[in-house]
């Protein structure tokens, strides 16, 4: 079956920070929200943090009044599942739990138009396992977005086994028409690639720590004043040809050995909360 590329209107599921400030960029851009909860005081709350962040961008004269009334007027907020029989588009951003986001998609693919791409904003759960519950899965990808959504231009698009390619062609197409750049991830692994690379960083910072080496204020300008910058410009491939692959090299043959590859969790980590 092909599926709906005429996207006007957005459902999306959870009414948390991640989803108000979502349903601010779709309307920003023209498209009709409608933002799902099960409970009003999450939709009070949504509401609430919508006029908040619409204030704050016209005081800083990113929005005129009149820009930001018609954002507002785009986003409407409801309780009611028959919300996705109406959806052009299907975004999840519910609590980060398996089994919830699985009888979540069992029940939504159900009311939702069987050419509406679905998609959910897990940070890290199989796509493929929430598969399980979806009807049609072929029109379901992962459309992960990175916190917060409105100041880092970045969506990853992952494809389950069963994700047709003109679902992640949507999805893509959907990002692009809200100037964000995307970036494609195959055969589900856990974390993706945002997350992959975040906690190989993570996993080096704790145990450069661990070993004496240096504290977590100067591991964490290392990063803000040295890494961060040429990262913000450059990705490690771009780094590693700029900086000539024989040094890259040379470099990895004798630090390689010497990097932290534990496979627990940090007890540094774990104490901290």
Avoid at 19 to 25: D, K, N, T
Avoid at 93 to 108: L, Y
Avoid at 153 to 161: D, G, K, M, N
Avoid at 233 to 258: K, V
């Amino acid at each position: 079956m092909s599926l709906r590329t005429d996207i006007k209107t957005i459902t999306l599921a959870g009414s948390g920070v991640m989803g108000a400030s979502l349903a601010q960029i779709f309307a920003k851009y023209g498209y009709s929200v409608l933002l799902f909860d099960l409970e009003q005081a999450q939709i009070d709350k949504a509401k609430e943090l919508v006029t908040i962040n619409q204030k704050t961008l016209v005081s800083k004269g990113e929005l005129s009044p009149e820009q930001s009334q018609a954002v507002l007027a785009r986003i409407g907020y409801t309780l009611e599942k028959t919300c996705f029989k109406e959806a052009d588009f299907v975004l999840e951003t519910i609590v980060e739990n398996m089994e919830i986001k699985r009888k979540f998609f069992q029940e939504v693919s159900e009311l939702a138009e069987e050419d509406v791409v679905l998609a959910t904003n897990t940070s890290g759960l199989s796509i493929n396992g929430i598969a399980e519950g979806v009807k049609a899965p072929g029109r379901f990808a992962g459309m992960h977005w990175v916190n917060p959504p409105h100041l880092v231009p970045l969506v990853e698009v992952i494809s389950s086994s069963q994700s047709q390619p003109q679902a992640l062609d949507i999805i893509r197409n959907l990002a692009e028409s809200l100037k964000y750049e995307h970036v494609t991830v195959h055969k589900d692994p856990p974390g993706f690639l945002l997350n992959r690379l975040q906690f190989a960083v993570v996993r080096e910072a704790i145990h450069i720590v661990e070993s004496g080496y240096a504290t977590p204020e100067d591991v964490d300008k290392v990063m803000k004043y040295a890494l961060g910058l040429r990262y913000a410009c450059l990705g490690p491939f771009e780094t590693m040809d700029f900086g000539g692959l024989d040094t890259f090299y040379r470099i990895s043959s004798y630090l390689f050995a010497d990097l932290c590859d534990k496979k627990e969790a940090p007890e540094l980590l774990r104490k901290a909360f």
